[in-house]
């Protein structure tokens, strides 16, 4: 069975930098797109980032443009996001997601999903 399991969150100063990744395993997720999304508490869930299956094609939502970098290994089947200057705002459960096809901002076109990774960022 395809799984997605996310790791790295933790609590951060603002300013500060985390690196979260994503693993798959159960199937080969290497002819799929791959995203970051996040949701806070009372919050509609929120696209943060999305590579394409050979890692060419990168998208980022505009708060986090500039800030955070989205990158894949496919031959360990793990994607990563790197997040730098990080904001009060961006505190969220980060959740990684795969589709097959072309990156998308809608978190309902996504076929799995992973459990999450929290990340607080502290003012």
């Known amino acids: 069975q395809a799984q997605l399991v996310e790791s790295g969150g933790g609590l951060v100063q603002a300013g500060g930098s985390l690196r979260l990744s994503c693993a798959a395993s159960?199937?080969?997720?290497?002819?799929?797109?791959l995203a970051w999304f996040r949701q806070a508490p009372g919050r509609e869930r929120e696209f943060v980032a999305g590579?394409?299956?050979?890692?060419?094609?990168?998208y980022y939502a505009d708060s986090v443009k500039g800030r955070f970098t989205i990158s894949r290994d496919n031959a360990k089947n793990t994607v990563y996001l790197q997040m730098n200057s990080l904001k009060p705002e961006d505190t969220a459960l980060y959740l990684c997601a795969a589709r097959s096809g072309i990156i998308h901002t809608n978190s309902n076109v996504y076929n799995y999903w992973g459990q999450g990774t929290q990340v607080t960022v502290s003012s």
């Open positions: 590579i394409s299956a050979s890692g060419i094609g990168t």
């Open positions: 159960g199937r080969t997720f290497s002819t799929y797109v």
